[in-house]
């Protein structure tokens, strides 16, 4: 068990030997859509490629999760074979989102034999996730066109 500094010391350098191994600029936030934001997440039993669709207006928020749905062939046949949607998302603050996303099971943020291996992941998937929202782009951003 590692005291609150080292685990923080660890998980900071995580993410500079992840940006310096993958130095490029990631989509993220940048989607120009407001709540909708690609993440990455590492614990000590998984690592996870996001989408989170998480604005205040349930209706907006279903709205692009259905929008996102409506491709769900599309995205797990030629982009995220293992995608998993989730329209109710329930975060540990008891916040409701939308959440798409893949993981990889069996890895640690405090074993750093795993980094590597998670570092893979974390730009394979991340990148396949961007070309669909690259390729979908329009559809998701335009709520005036219904799913």
């Given amino acids: 068990m590692y005291s609150k500094e080292e685990a923080l010391h660890i998980k900071k350098e995580f993410w500079t030997a992840f940006a310096e191994a993958y130095p490029r600029k990631w989509l993220l936030y940048d989607t120009k859509i407001k709540d909708f934001a ?45 995608a998993v949607l989730e329209r109710n998302f329930y975060l540990e603050n008891g916040k409701v989102i939308s959440r ?19 570092f893979t992941f974390f730009s394979e998937m991340m990148t396949q996730f961007e070309y669909f929202f690259y390729e979908y782009q329009d559809y998701l951003n335009d709520l005036e066109i219904n799913t």
């Fill in 38 to 82: 690609f993440k990455f997440y590492v614990d000590n039993k998984k690592a996870q490629v996001l989408l989170d669709i998480e604005p205040k207006d349930e209706e907006k928020r279903t709205i692009y999760f259905e929008k996102v749905e409506s491709l769900k062939t599309i995205l797990v046949e030629d982009y995220l074979p293992e």
């Fill in 100 to 118: 798409i996303w893949v993981e990889k099971l069996g890895v640690s943020l405090n074993n750093r034999a795993y980094w590597p291996e998670i």
